[in-house]
């Protein structure tokens, strides 16, 4: 497809988490399957400038995208779906796009005039949709929050005010919204439905296409009581219809022909989707039975979507080794030496995840030891390698009150600290923190190279080369002076920066399977392709599990 790119808005309505970003991410799949270029974009209504400092049990997990932007956990669907790879561009927030209006209020750049919501920031929420859309063909762009919402009536102005910017030809809404069934009266309620499209409607919005979320496929004359009251085509009410994987919903939504919908309104043509890998990997899915079961050992364990990626990264390995991953949720703080071996003993396979603050953090580091000294593989991730080298220097190291500097500011073993100087890799620079620069300025973000100098070495193993590129969302580090002491009692440094003085990936010699990263593994998984470091773990994880039933 050439000429001017193609626009789909996706809004929602009635409730949250109905699903705006899996929806998004499938309709770019169907697409793309057709031979189209697409891109994502996500505007999110709340103040905050980036979801970086967000608690994860209120907004669930922060994404981090190759150019180091913290963004919402939606563009990691955005990238498991879509062969494409997001940035900056692709997320924007109220906080992010007031503040650029402010900072060019304060240069002088509106002439002194009044600077108001319309036209100054609807024109830059419209010149942030322009900028995304350079490359693709379709641009679908999901609005944040539920219609109603007063904090995201900037961005619906600003969407309905599009399609006369750039004709009507080439703009598609899409809403999404919440079709229930009441067990009672033994039918499927439409009426909410009809007021979230009424609501949509009175700021200036007809959708084109309603996706109508169900526990199953609504009737024809559902459908056509839907079209009658919400001013649609029967044809334009699509049935998005709850499943047992989130991979099935671009197939459920080709079998309701939504694809074809969205070509024909956009006048776009093109060949038969080619489905072949959805079908294949859902056949996968379906034979990957194998039972293993993982603690995951964190925080966060309360709400699931604090570990979207992570949860996905592990299906994915899962499904890559034929298992069925069972995730055994344990909150870290509520370990103790006491029971940390009668939580942790019914698993295969150990993992510590990221995570900030204090809390919990002696859990994670008995989690550690426990699977260190039981020969269960072992997977620390960010933090979760860093509780891995508190505890070796504790309990083999001989550092008996080691601790990280971020937890123990007057530890006598910082084998955790703040780096006040390193050398950044993408920039080539040297950079320079201490504790008072602001919490931004102190991360390594986004992709950062890692040199695997070890052949043998598990890492060097799983990735097959010897140079990798990863994602980074941490602060701290490991404590290069420690190095000689814990390779003299068995630990591996088995990942390096480039220029060796940044420690990537750790692990334990005489284990079956013990690695820690500094980096995000998941954040690169995908579920065609399980990210090396998972899929060898569920391997390892798996073997483990065989061998205690056979000595059982």
Request: charged fraction near 25%; proline fraction near 5%; aromatic fraction near 10%.
């Amino acid at each position: 497809m050439t000429g001017k790119p193609k626009y789909i808005f996706v809004t929602g309505g009635v409730l949250s988490s109905l699903g705006k970003g899996l929806a998004s991410a499938s309709i770019g799949a169907l697409l793309e399957c057709r031979g189209l270029s697409v891109t994502l974009l996500k505007l999110d209504p709340y103040i905050n400038v980036d979801p970086g400092t967000m608690n994860p049990f209120q907004h669930g997990e922060v994404f981090v995208t190759d150019d180091g932007t913290e963004t919402d956990l939606d563009l990691g669907h955005y990238e498991r779906f879509v062969n494409v790879r997001l940035t900056a561009e692709n997320n924007f927030t109220s906080g992010k796009i007031y503040y650029s209006v402010i900072q060019k209020e304060r240069r002088g750049d509106y002439l002194g005039g009044t600077v108001q919501v319309i036209p100054h920031i609807t024109d830059e929420i419209k010149q942030s949709i322009l900028q995304a859309s350079r490359t693709a063909d379709v641009v679908i762009v999901e609005i944040g929050g539920t219609i109603g919402d007063i904090e995201s009536l900037p961005f619906l102005e600003a969407i309905r005010q599009f399609r006369f910017d750039v004709g009507k030809e080439n703009v598609l809404y899409i809403h999404l919204t919440f079709v229930p069934y009441i067990p009672t009266a033994g039918e499927v309620k439409t009426k909410p439905t009809q007021h979230s499209v009424k609501e949509l409607r009175s700021i200036g919005i007809q959708p084109d296409i309603l996706l109508c979320r169900t526990a199953r496929f609504l009737s024809r004359e559902i459908k056509a009581k839907i079209a009658l009251f919400c001013n649609v085509s029967q044809d334009a009410v699509i049935t998005a219809k709850d499943v047992d994987c989130i991979y099935e919903v671009p197939l459920v939504y080709n079998q309701e022909k939504l694809d074809d919908k969205i070509l024909e309104i956009l006048n776009i043509w093109t060949g038969a989707p080619r489905l072949e890998q959805w079908q294949e990997l859902l056949e996968r899915i379906n034979q990957a039975t194998e039972p293993v079961r993982i603690a995951v050992v964190g925080k966060y364990t309360d709400l699931t979507e604090s570990y979207k990626s992570l949860n996905e990264a592990l299906f994915h390995a899962g499904v890559h080794n034929g298992a069925r991953v069972e995730l055994i949720f344990i909150d870290s703080s509520t370990l103790t030496a006491d029971d940390v071996a009668a939580v942790l003993e019914p698993a295969d396979g150990i993992l510590v995840p990221g995570g900030f603050g204090s809390r919990g953090v002696e859990g994670k580091i008995l989690a550690a030891q426990y699977a260190r000294e039981n020969q269960v593989p072992y997977f620390g991730i960010c933090l979760g390698m860093q509780v891995a080298v508190v505890e070796f220097a504790r309990n083999v190291a001989g550092l008996c009150h080691a601790h990280s500097s971020e937890f123990d500011e007057n530890t006598e073993s910082p084998v955790i600290y703040l780096m006040r100087e390193w050398f950044d890799e993408k920039t080539q620079s040297l950079q320079k923190r201490d504790v008072n620069s602001e919490k931004g300025a102190t991360m390594r973000l986004g992709a950062y190279p890692c040199r695997l100098p070890i052949p043998d070495s598990v890492a060097f193993g799983a990735y097959q080369t010897d140079m990798i590129s990863e994602r980074h969302r941490h602060r701290y580090e490991f404590n290069n002076e420690f190095m000689k002491v814990f390779e003299e009692k068995g630990l591996v440094f088995s990942g390096l920066s480039p220029r060796g003085d940044l420690v990537e990936i750790i692990e334990l010699r005489d284990h079956p399977w013990f690695l820690g990263c500094q980096f995000h593994p998941e954040f690169k998984s995908r579920p065609m392709t399980s990210h090396p470091l998972f899929r060898d773990f569920i391997r390892a994880s798996l073997e483990n599990r065989r061998k205690l039933r056979e000595t059982a």
